[in-house]
């Protein structure tokens, strides 16, 4: 019998081409793994597969396809998808929709092309692969779920939830290749008689928007110390926090982290304990670290200092465990070093906001102005810059107009001059927003939350008097 020709997978989305072929092997055509690691996954042979490519005695593919399965792999890791995917392509007549790496783009996938089938890895980010199940049961009943269990959900447990969520088959991840064959194979035959039955229904559901994903990593920065950065982090946090949004603040200064006494709290572990597992970091070791603060906001605090090496943060650790904490909170609230040395810019490449804090005097917005121009050299969108300048003076001798033209970016809050505030909220361990709520201090912290969060200012109340000697003025009252 002649060796079996691979034929090459079907369509792909298109974004995902270039980095599958760089992976395994860069020229345009996706070939075996080679060298990767997929034990799991058994090599192709000459097994005759039900309902398949039917194979001539040299073992080449001919004949017409019965059913062509149009498959949906949602999996992070790259080089696992494409390893999975080429086994298939080799005993399965499908066709590969799309890889998604996260639970937002795997909803956003699926409801572009409908696929027959969702390889679901049980680990995803951003939505997590129960939601992602429960909404394809609720707006695409006709798509079938497995799921690839890592072990991270016990199926053996959890096994009604699982059904009831609306996921039909599982397979252990890294799958083995005739398990999962024969999983595809139950699962797509009861989808198309499921989709049989639904085509007969003349009333077809309007097509649902695209989720859209809400969750930020939001990280402070300058191009300096000394602007109160980390105490007005973790004043926002609280203010956040009691916006009723979920808020994890993380510490990640390596020059010596700060959080923890600004909250008053006393953390057994810090995310230097984390660093020391590296790339190895996993969920169940960040629950481990967090401490949650009396206002509802989790913390994960750094070492006060001498523990916390720099280098020990690098882009993976960064990206996972940011990863993480985005997932299970609307708000990742990030400190970071001053400058953009050593962990500074891995920080900023993941977060979707970055408050950039900026003195208020001639030399600091020179220093200020230079710092944006180099993320921007750095590729940091410009767009993702909220721009505070904090006030050392009871009266600035600077305009703000004239502070916008040297820095030549809007500004988007004034941090007023407020040392006695500040110091009271430092040496006692308790935020100024819930110490002192009605200080203008307070009030720019709140009008940053706003920002972040998209609310707009809330009707003010004019005092009586006010509206009888006709002196109301706009912006007197208090915002909250």
């Known amino acids: 019998m002649g060796m079996h020709t691979p034929m090459p997978p079907s369509r792909i989305e298109t974004a995902t081409i270039p980095e599958l072929s760089e992976l395994l092997g860069g020229n345009g055509k996706i070939g075996p793994p080679g060298e990767v690691e997929s034990a799991?996954?058994?090599?192709?042979t000459h097994k005759k597969h039900p309902d398949t490519r039917n194979l001539d005695v040299s073992g080449s593919a001919v004949g017409t396809v019965q059913h062509v399965v149009r498959i949906l792999i949602v999996d992070d890791d790259r080089t696992e998808s494409a390893s999975l995917h080429w086994a298939l392509s080799q005993r399965l007549a499908m066709e590969l929709v799309g890889v998604a790496r996260d639970g937002a783009e795997?909803?956003?996938l699926a409801r572009r092309h409908t696929p027959d089938v969702v390889l679901l890895k049980d680990i995803v980010q951003v939505v997590d692969c129960m939601r992602v199940a429960e909404t394809l049961a609720d707006e695409l009943p006709e798509v079938g779920v497995i799921l690839m269990t890592t072990g991270w959900i016990r199926v053996d447990t959890r096994w009604?939830?699982?059904l009831h969520a609306g996921i039909?088959?599982?397979?252990?991840?890294?799958?083995?290749l005739d398990a999962l064959l024969e999983q595809i194979d139950h699962v797509s035959e009861h989808q198309r008689k499921l989709r049989k039955h639904l085509s007969s229904k003349s009333v077809k559901a309007a097509e649902p928007p695209p989720l859209i994903d809400h969750r930020r990593v939001v990280a402070f920065t300058g191009p300096r110390g000394g602007c109160g950065r980390s105490l007005l982090a973790s004043n926002l946090a609280v203010c956040l926090a009691a916006r009723n949004r979920s808020v994890c603040l993380v510490d990640l200064n390596s020059d010596g982290g700060d959080i923890a006494p600004l909250l008053d709290i006393h953390p057994h572990y810090t995310v230097g304990d984390l660093a020391l597992?590296?790339?190895d970091i996993e969920r169940d070791m960040i629950a481990n670290v967090l401490v949650r603060h009396s206002t509802g906001v989790n913390v994960i605090p750094a070492p006060r200092a001498g523990t916390l090496q720099g280098d020990s943060l690098t882009p993976y650790f960064i990206q996972r465990l940011l990863g993480f904490a985005r997932e299970q909170h609307d708000f990742t609230i990030v400190d970071t070093a001053p400058g953009l040395n050593g962990s500074v810019g891995p920080i900023l490449g993941v977060a979707e906001a970055i408050v950039a804090m900026i003195g208020f005097d001639l030399i600091r917005l020179?220093?200020?102005a230079a710092f944006i121009a180099e993320l921007a050299e750095n590729g940091i969108d410009l767009q993702r810059i909220?721009?505070?300048l904090v006030s050392e003076s009871d009266h600035p001798l600077i305009q703000l107009a004239d502070a916008q033209r040297i820095l030549s970016t809007d500004i988007t809050c004034v941090v007023p001059f407020d040392p006695m505030t500040a110091l009271e909220s430092v040496n006692k361990g308790v935020p100024f927003v819930l110490s002192s709520p009605h200080k203008p201090?307070?009030?720019?912290v709140r009008a940053l939350a706003r920002k972040l969060t998209g609310e707009s200012r809330p009707p003010q109340t004019i005092p009586w008097w006010k509206r009888v000697l006709g002196v109301a003025g706009n912006g007197e009252a208090d915002e909250d």
Not at 168 to 176: E, I, L, R
Not at 441 to 444: D, I, P, V
Request: net charge neutral; proline share 18%.
């Open 106 to 108: 795997c909803l956003n």
């Open 441 to 444: 201090l307070s009030k720019a």
């Open 40 to 44: 799991a996954v058994p090599p192709p």
């Open 366 to 368: 020179q220093q200020g």
């Open 168 to 176: 039909s088959g599982f397979v252990t991840y890294p799958p083995p």
């Open 277 to 279: 597992a590296a790339e």
């Open 386 to 388: 909220i721009t505070v």
């Open 160 to 162: 009604r939830d699982l």
